[in-house]
T-cell receptor, first 110, second 113 residues
Framework: EDQVTQSPEALRLQEGESSSLNCSYTVSGLRGLFWYRQDPGKGPEFLFT???AGEEKEKERLKATLTKKESFLHITAPKPEDSATYLCAVQANSGYALNFGKGTSLLVTP | DAGVIQSPRHEVTEMGQEVTLRCKPISGHDYLFWYRQTMMRGLELLIYFNNNVPIDDSGMPEDRFSAKMPNASFSTLKIQPSEPRDSAVYFCASSISGTYGYTFGSGTRLTVV
């Protein structure tokens, strides 16, 4: 059975303090690994898809990386507007459903 | 592009009543997904459709839940009868070919009292 575990559950950073969020996964044949951002009261917003180990993608202060067992979301010099819950999900070759982790709640203080 | 549109945004109903949630996917998207989100269990897939045909409904909790997609621009999720444990936020999402990032709607917050 596919499993996605995110850590930490919650993270508090000061503005400018870089850090990383972790997503560990087990899946029988990875089609893709997805990162989403979710703000309170809203639906998840797509950030990245990674397809193979060694792949990296960047968007503003965010950089996602992928290995065969885990993915990291690196946040460089975060700002308060980066505060949100970040969700990781895997898609197996056997279908098109996304299996989500429970997320990391990030708070960036000024 | 108006995105994925869900209605209603909020629904409060009494136990035993029928509830119908609605979703309009993005035009041209051929996959549609229904998810449920709770604090305890996170985001769980309920069912998904490809070209209006249900492909995987293994996440539908029980016979009280049913979903339909009569055409490419409309889907419904029905709960009958509703129970307090059905209280959650229900999201609809759509995708092109199923392999790119889904676009989620704003969700329907359901409260069953």
């Amino acid at each position: 059975e596919d499993q996605v575990t995110q850590s930490p559950e919650a993270l508090r950073l000061q503005e400018g303090e870089s850090s990383s969020l972790n997503c560990s996964y087990t899946v029988s044949g990875l089609r893709g690994l997805f990162w989403y951002r979710q703000d309170p009261g809203k639906g998840p917003e797509f950030l990245f898809t990674l397809y193979s180990a060694g792949e990296e993608k960047e968007k503003e202060r965010l950089k996602a990386t992928l290995t065969k067992k885990e993915s990291f979301l690196h946040i460089t010099a975060p700002k308060p507007e980066d505060s949100a819950t970040y969700l990781c999900a895997v898609q197996a070759n056997s279908g098109y459903a996304l299996n989500f982790g429970k997320g990391t709640s990030l708070l960036v203080t000024p | 592009d108006a995105g994925v549109i869900q209605s209603p945004r909020h629904e409060v109903t009494e136990m035993g009543q029928e509830v119908t949630l609605r979703c309009k996917p993005i035009s041209g998207h051929d996959y549609l997904f229904w998810y449920r989100q709770t604090m305890m269990r996170g985001l769980e897939l309920l069912i998904y459709f490809n070209n209006n045909v249900p492909i995987d409904d293994s996440g539908m909790p029980e016979d009280r839940f049913s979903a339909k997609m009569p055409n490419a621009s409309f889907s419904t999720l029905k709960i009958q009868p509703s129970e307090p444990r059905d209280s959650a936020v229900y999201f609809c999402a759509s995708s092109i070919s199923g392999t790119y990032g889904y676009t989620f709607g704003s969700g329907t917050r359901l409260t069953v009292v």
